[in-house]
T-cell receptor, first 117, second 116 residues
Framework: GAVVSQHPSRVICKSGTSVKIECRSL??????MFWYRQFPKQSLMLMAT?????????EQGVEKDKFLINHASLTLSTLTVTSAHPEDSSFYIC?????????????FGAGSRLTVL | AQKVTQAQTEISVVEKEDVTLDCVYE???????LFWYKQPPSGELVFLIR??????QNEISGRYSWNFQKSTSSFNFTITASQVVDSAVYFC?????????????FGQGTELSVKP
């Protein structure tokens, strides 16, 4: 099936540093990628939608300058958490939408757990 | 506005019991898709089912079954003869216009604990 690789799976960083998370579609071209955030014991909340070659669309309340999203190719989107703080500690999950073997696919990555000290 | 409600935050059952997880949704669209995902402690979302709004047939896959009723805007999930490995958080989700979107609205999740 359609595979999405998300890296790193876990990352620990110091407060004030920036962290980059990658989301790659391995066997299909992802025209759209979605980034979600999940706090402990809570649901997944959509942060932003990115289309290849254009600026991301952010959901209300999500800081564009803090969560930089780049979708430079049809197989790669990156989320950069800038100047991370402990309250940014969360589980970040991407999903990729595209077509594979003539069918629409929507696949999630395995997630990235960010801990900011 | 779109909304997905999973009223059961936690359910605890003993192995081999049947359990039903409820999901109620709200949408103004006539074309939409409903999903169920399983999230084990590792965090990865495991896809279980996708159902479009025009297909109200119930579906069975092994010990899993789904009951979709547009009249009550519900898409309930039943596990028959539950097993310890079924312990996880289960999410119901809604997407409008799947072919144009893929943006999912998730319910709050139901944490299922199956005890031996």
């Amino acid at each position: 099936g359609a595979v999405v690789s998300q890296h790193p799976s876990r990352v620990i960083c110091k407060s004030g540093t920036s962290v980059k998370i990658e989301c790659r579609s391995l066997d299909f071209q992802a025209t759209t990628m979605f980034w979600y955030r999940q706090f402990p014991k809570q649901s997944l909340m959509l942060m932003a939608t990115s289309n290849e070659g254009s600026k991301a669309t952010y959901e209300q309340g999500v800081e564009k300058d803090k969560f930089l999203i780049n979708h430079a190719s049809l197989t790669l989107s990156t989320l950069t958490v800038t100047s991370a703080h402990p309250e940014d500690s969360s589980f970040y999950i991407c999903s990729a939408r595209g077509r594979r073997s003539g069918a629409n696919v929507l696949t999630f990555g395995a997630g990235s757990r960010l801990t900011v000290l | 506005a779109q909304k997905v409600t999973q009223a059961q935050t936690e359910i605890s059952v003993v192995e081999k019991e049947d359990v039903t997880l409820d999901c109620v949704y709200e949408t103004r669209d006539t074309t939409y898709y409903l999903f169920w995902y399983k999230q084990p402690p590792s965090g990865e979302l495991v896809f279980l089912i996708r159902r479009n709004s025009f297909d109200e047939q119930n579906e069975i896959s092994g010990r899993y079954s789904w009951n979709f009723q547009k009249s009550t805007s519900s898409f309930n999930f039943t596990i028959t003869a539950s097993q310890v490995v079924d312990s996880a958080v289960y999410f119901c989700a809604l997407s409008e216009g799947y072919n144009q979107g893929g943006k999912l609205i998730f319910g709050q999740g139901t944490e299922l604990s199956v005890k031996p």
